[in-house]
């Protein structure tokens, strides 16, 4: 290991190996949340719009600029939890 490159996990470097297999698993279910959430009722308000528009696009960005897996899943996840919270929201609303 060179002094140069930061310690990896065995979980970020098997999903490093599998990229192309997550990348479709991620952009379905951020695609999909997202969708399903603005539907439920985030298109009635703007800023509840904003907050499933902007992570859903930068996570949908960084798939498309084949950035490092650990930024892709750090922003699939906050795209993921925004949704759900907003998603159960409007369910029990």
Known sequence: MSSTSLPQSEFF???EFNRFGWIAIILTV???LGGLT???GAIENTL???LVVIPT???LSLLLAVSPMKWILNAALV??????????YYILS
């Open 13 to 15: 470097k098997n999903l």
């Open 30 to 32: 951020v695609g999909c």
């Open 38 to 40: 603005v539907g439920m």
């Open 48 to 50: 509840a719009l904003v």
């Open 57 to 59: 696009m930068i996570t």
């Open 79 to 88: 795209s993921i939890s925004i949704d759900l919270i907003l998603l159960i």
